[in-house]
């Protein structure tokens, strides 16, 4: 854990923070801060803001907050040896060789080794006499010898333990296989038996954006379920995080993406020159994913299946991605159910044309709504309108909603300043609403209650209170520690979560060394370092003095003895009663 302060402290003066930022989001400078959209959780309204001058980030929508290292560990999903790794490489800076436990980031290399390895052997294996059935399959459902290359699909032989043989002739221990989940395990008379996950199936890596094999799917020849195997979450693969084929989407230089369901379909696609076909990974559309692929992209197509399922799909996927602020299209499928049946139907032409006829969201949603009511009754139009008007009052750009609103007044033949009116009536509602629930929220924050953080603080408010702003003062003046280290010591502070903050900066302190945030992000977990940050920003600029500091300890001390000075057997009947009418707070 210990990479040492001189070198963290010389490897964030030569990487700016605004430069590790920006390719992941859009930021503008404002004063000494910079702002943006928070990578972290959707929002229109940019929330996320950058200090440079102390290598740090504070998310004033989602809370998410800390320094440079712990944005790179956060976005590109690394612990904190690696996102050092990761910076130090950016600088040209070589990291200090040891001193460090890396044991984590040398567990994931063995799996990323692990799995690249039965990548190259599921795919050897279509080549011979075993894995016949699976090429004929794949080749029946029309895929080229170049395209199945191109995806490095392979065969999963029918075979309890050809791949565990294989690696474990290559040196990978069954627990490092089990790590990576390429085999399963499970116990007979006290024994544990080892054996392959995928048999017996259709497969195909993959890859992350830096080109690592990160997982496999597996597919079954005929209809016996379950039709998918993915492999489950280890320590480099978490569900619903990566997107399909978006390591060779993103370098088509195309700003558009196909997003379908399926890996097959993106395949399907790829192999008919849509080289900018990307696919979900088995899971509804997660905003991890929406944001990735507005990072790669200003257009996402949505060609989902075209049955119940792939539409609500399709509908929580446009909920999803709209929040990024990306542009959406949607496919109307017809003649298949999914993009490669069209394909392999029609040909390239058809899915050509289906794409330039693809409507934008709002005409999509409009569609979805019309088709829900019997236009030609007065009661269905009226009904129709009604969800138009919520459809459209989402808008937020003006022109847009203009536009829209008139074509809708000449569609239905009503008049256009009565729809407008509406819509401007269920806007201002709706904005009412955020007003009233974001006052709501300011005041159960400042009241501690439900913080998730830090639990204890809604009962123990007064010392948490005090306990923060003491936090706050020494991170922005150090410089007092000396004059009131003797007066006050980690145990007497009453919050956990805040007493194990306390104390990283109280050992630093007394050891003389800095605590500049960034150097405290290998001492602290996540949430940790976002409250710490969240402290000191706090307390920027504020000229605080010793007296101050004095004021809190004396109230953390206060509150410490309440809570543990009063032993309830020595107390008389009177003054244990007491103790409950007083109240504890
Ligand atoms: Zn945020």
């Known amino acids: 854990m210990a990479i040492s302060d001189e070198y ?35 929002e229109k309204t940019p929330s996320f803001t950058v200090y440079p001058e102390t290598n740090s980030f504070y998310c004033f929508g989602c809370g998410a907050a800390g320094s440079t290292i712990n944005f790179v560990q956060k976005i590109e999903n690394l612990d904190y040896v690696e996102a050092i790794k990761s910076l130090s490489q950016r600088a040209g800076m070589q990291m200090p060789e040891d001193g460090y436990d890396d044991s984590l980031s040398k567990r994931r290399m063995r ?21 016949e059935k699976v090429l004929q399959y794949l080749l029946g459902r029309g895929l080229t010898l170049k395209t199945i290359t191109h995806f490095g699909m392979g065969c999963a032989p029918d075979s309890w333990d050809d791949l565990k043989k294989h690696l474990n002739s290559m040196g990978f221990s069954n627990e490092e296989l089990y ?20 048999r017996n199936r259709a497969m195909t890596p993959i890859i992350d954006l830096r080109g690592n094999v990160v997982a496999f799917g597996g597919r079954v020849l005929d209809d016996s379920k379950p039709k998918y195997i993915n492999t489950s979450d280890t320590l480099v693969y978490k569900k619903g995080r990566d997107i399909f084929a978006l390591n060779f989407a993103k370098n088509t230089g195309s700003t558009q993406l196909i997003l379908t369901e399926g890996y097959m379909d993106a395949i399907a696609l790829y192999q008919y020159g849509f080289k900018n076909a990307v696919a979900g990974l088995g899971t509804a559309l997660t905003r991890e994913q929406a944001q990735l692929l507005s990072r790669y992209a200003d257009e996402v197509v949505l060609a989902y299946d075209a049955d119940e399922a792939g539409i609500k799909a399709k509908n929580r996927a446009i909920e999803i991605l709209s929040s990024t602020g990306i542009k959406i299209r949607v496919l109307n499928l017809t003649g298949g159910k999914d993009p490669d049946e069209i394909l392999r139907k029609y040909g390239r032409e058809r899915f050509l044309s289906l794409l330039e006829g693809a409507s934008n969201d709002i005409e999509y949603k409009l569609l979805a709504q019309r088709e829900k009511f019997d236009l030609s009754t007065p009661n269905g139009k009226l009904e129709f309108l009604r969800e138009a008007v919520k459809v459209l009052a989402d808008l937020d750009g003006a022109i847009e909603r203009d536009i829209y609103i008139s074509k809708l007044s000449e569609e239905m033949n009503v008049s256009k300043d009565a729809i407008q009116q509406q ?94 945030l960034p150097l405290l992000t290998g001492d602290f977990s996540d949430d940790e370092m976002s409250r710490a940050t969240k402290l000191s920003l706090q307390g920027r600029g504020t000229a605080y003095t010793v007296a101050e500091c004095n004021d809190c300890i004396n109230v953390i001390k206060q509150e410490s003895d309440k809570k543990t000075g009063v032993k309830l057997s020595e107390l008389s009947n009177e003054e244990f009663l007491n103790l409950f009418k007083k109240g504890n707070t």
């Open 179 to 198: 790590e990576a989940n390429l085999v399963s395990r499970s116990e007979k008379n006290g024994k544990i038996l080892y054996f392959d996950r995928f």
């Open 423 to 516: 819509v401007n009536e269920l806007r201002s509602k709706r904005k009412r609403y955020k007003e009233r629930e974001r006052v709501r929220e300011l005041k159960r924050e400042s009241s501690g209650e439900g913080d998730r953080l830090n639990p204890a603080r809604n009962v123990n408010l007064r010392a948490a209170k005090a306990e923060e702003r003491l936090i706050t003062i020494l991170l922005n003046s150090p410089e007092f520690f000396g004059k009131i280290s003797q007066s006050i010591r980690p145990e007497d502070f009453v919050t956990d979560f805040n007493r194990h903050i306390f104390t990283v900066i109280y050992n630093r302190l007394s050891e003389q060394r800095s605590v500049d």
């Open 111 to 131: 799996i990323l080794s692990a799995n690249r390895e039965a990548a190259k052997f599921y795919n050897s294996i279509l080549s011979e006499p075993r894995g």
């Open 8 to 42: 963290i402290q010389r490897l964030l003066n030569t990487v700016d923070i605004e430069s590790v930022v920006s390719p992941y989001v859009n930021l503008r400078r404002r004063g000494r801060v910079f702002t943006g959209l928070c990578p972290f959780h959707n």
